[in-house]
Structures are given as C-alpha cells and as structure tokens.
C-alpha cells in the first residue's frame, strides 16, 4: 500500500514541477519582446541607418537573418526560430548594430534535441541533454553555430540565447575580415 501512495506523490510532484516549468517558459517566452523594447536606444540614434543598396551593409548594420529547419525527422519546437530572431535582435540593438532589410544571411537548424521539462528538472543530467546547431550561410560562406546544455534549471530558451549569441558574432566576425 505504501508504494501505491509513493508513486502518486511521484506523479503529484511532477505535474506540479512541469507546471511551474511550463508557467517560467511561457514568462521567459515573453521576455525578450520587453527586453528589445527596452534595449532600443532613445533620441537620435533611435533613427535607423539608411537604406543600402542590396548586396551591401550600412555601418554598423547586420543582415536580417531567414531561418528554416533542415535536421531531419527531428522534434521541431514551433517557438525555437522566433526565439533566435528575437534574441539576435536583442543582442544586436545591444552592441550598437541594426539590423538590415535588404541583406539576409541563411540560418538553418540542423540539429535540434529538448528534454521534456519536468524529466529535465527531476532528473537533471540523468535526462540527457538539450541541443542546438545551426548553420549559417552568408556571402558564400557558411559557419556553425551551435551549443548544448544538460543544465537542470536551463531550457531551450537558454540555448538558443546562446547561439543567436553566436550567431551574432560570427556575422560580425566575417563582416570585419577583408
């Protein structure tokens, strides 16, 4: 009888876990609109560079990036490419560039693996580990930018931070080499 009433303390315990996971994500999904809105800087530099001609960049000016998936029979997360665009936005506005209209570079995922969110929080690193690659093509050139975590507290919002991080300076990187 005992270990009927643990295995439904178990179960009990890891709705309300995925609940609260499920309630930080939803918060966390939201987070990065307010942080671009707060990031935008105020006065004239709000103004945005002028419009280049396409095929080059103003200064100070990143390409807009477009984003497909390309990992094969992988779990697609419907929210995984706005989270990438909006943090690369975000981490963009932050180091003082803009983002273009004209110019893209291609990102596509070729990799992608999310732990469910209560396995993750009970269980840790015992419950694999979240993944993340990409490639990025841009002027004939392609780089990876990837990373993973088998953090217990650190989602799929944390990783793709990361790598839209990543992303971010490896374009800037490649923009500054002759």
């Not at 009888?1 to 995925?18: E, F, N, P, Q």
């Not at 105020?42 to 390409?63: F, N």
């Not at 497909?68 to 490419?81: E, F, M, P, S, Y």
């Not at 936005?89 to 969110?117: C, F, H, K, M």
Request: glycine content about 6%; some cysteine; proline content about 6%.
């Amino acid at each position: 009888m005992k270990i009927g009433h643990v295995s439904r303390c178990a179960a009990l315990l890891l709705s309300l876990v995925s609940a609260a996971t499920f309630a930080t994500a939803q918060t966390a999904a939201a987070a990065p609109e307010a942080a671009v809105a707060a990031a935008a800087p105020a006065g004239p530099a709000a103004v945005p560079a002028p419009a280049a001609p396409k095929g080059t960049l103003a200064e100070r000016q990143l390409p807009k990036l477009v984003m497909r998936w390309d990992c094969g029979d992988c779990k697609q997360n419907d929210k995984v490419l706005p989270l990438i665009e909006k943090n690369y936005e975000t981490d963009a506005v932050s180091a003082g560039y803009t983002i273009s209209d004209s110019e893209t570079a291609e990102l596509a995922i070729t990799a992608y693996r999310q732990r469910n969110p209560g396995m993750r929080v009970m269980f840790g690193i015992m419950a694999g580990k979240d993944v993340l690659n990409t490639r990025v093509t841009f002027r004939n050139k392609e780089f990876l930018a990837k990373d993973y975590s088998a953090n217990a507290f650190q989602g799929m919002n944390n990783l793709c931070a990361d790598v839209s991080k990543k992303v971010m300076q490896q374009l800037v990187l490649g923009l500054q080499a002759p």
